[in-house]
């Protein structure tokens, strides 16, 4: 139930196994407890996984020498216990959303967001990074919207197929990527709903490459393509937990795409302005960026053979 991907990040030993199957199988607040001790296990005595290795790379191309080696690895154990805490609460609750939306706490710009769509009834597109709370914040925005989609990786593996099921028990329709998943998406806009995604999920297919921090990255490109499409805001929202297992929602304003004279402009000036959000979110709230997948491939080879 912990595991957001096929691949262990946790290094298991049988204490820390034993840890994380009481976990899942207890009430808060002993399920909490339970989960901070597993964390405390796993950053005292056990070495980093791959997972948070390539996470740590990752944060090193957009802080650079601002972080201490001890402090990037504090930063990425904060992480994944973070990240344990929300995959708990986000698969416990799932037949008693009230109980989890009761912690959810909404800025003005989410409770903006949300009127806008729902006065509107035009259809928008939200695109979020990798934080920690993104699948509850996505859950709360699908209480409001009447048809809400995510499109997710193409050829998902078991796990994720599993996961996809609990976004939909929350009212999420998760559709992997794909030519008939787009007409897919772009009839949810149409009829009014929300097309949701994330903005940093690197994909060496993509046309494109993009500046995120100041490196050139393949960053998804499909939202802004419908947004151009479909002449349709774009907003940014993010999902933060605190210590106290409370999650805020924001969301930007609404982005309309610009014009350019050609599609590759076009497409990669508009990404970049939506992009701004997510560098700035990043930057603010580093122990909530579970990207545990290469975003600078080029960058971050090097960086992941200095880490091991």
């Known amino acids: 139930m912990l595991s957001m991907s096929d691949n262990n990040p946790l290094n298991s030993p049988p204490l820390l196994v034993a840890l994380l199957t009481l976990a899942q199988k207890a009430q808060p607040p002993f399920a909490h407890w339970l989960l901070k001790q597993a964390d405390r296990l796993r ?9 948070q290795r390539k996470m740590i790379a990752n944060l090193k191309v957009v802080f650079g020498d601002n972080m201490t080696e001890k402090q990037y690895k504090a930063t990425a ?30 800025t003005d710009g989410a409770k903006a967001m949300i009127n806008y769509l729902k ?12 934080f920690v709370g993104a699948d509850i914040a996505g859950m709360e925005l699908a209480q409001h919207i009447k048809n809400a989609q995510a499109l997710s990786i193409p050829n998902p593996s078991r796990s994720y197929k599993n996961e996809n099921m609990i976004r939909a028990a929350y ?24 097309v949701a995604g994330s903005t ?15 490196k050139p990255a393949r960053l998804p490109t499909v939202y802004i393509r419908l947004a151009i ?80």
């Open 171 to 194: 009212g999420v329709r998760v559709t992997p990527a794909s030519t008939r998943a787009m007409q897919t998406a772009m009839q949810t806009i149409r009829d009014g709903g929300l």
């Open 229 to 308: 499409r479909l002449q349709v805001p774009v907003f940014h929202f993010t999902g933060v937990m605190s210590d106290d297992y409370q999650y805020t929602l924001d969301a930007s304003e609404p982005f309309f795409a610009e014009s350019y004279p050609n599609r590759q402009d076009e497409t990669v000036n508009n990404l970049q302005k939506v992009l701004v959000h997510t560098e700035n979110a990043i930057r603010k709230h580093p122990e909530q960026w579970c990207m545990f997948h290469p975003v600078w491939q080029n960058h971050i080879n090097t960086t992941e053979r200095e880490n091991s």
């Open 119 to 130: 006065n509107t009834n035009s259809g928008a597109v939200a695109v979020s990074p990798h």
């Open 77 to 106: 154990l904060r992480c994944f216990y973070l990240r344990s805490q929300a995959l708990y609460d986000f698969f416990h609750f799932v037949k008693d959303k009230q109980s989890l939306r009761d912690r959810i706490h909404l």
């Open 200 to 214: 940093d999920r690197a994909n060496p297919e993509e046309e494109y490459t993009v500046p995120f921090f100041g």
């Open 43 to 51: 950053g005292g005595i056990i070495p980093l996984s791959d997972e």
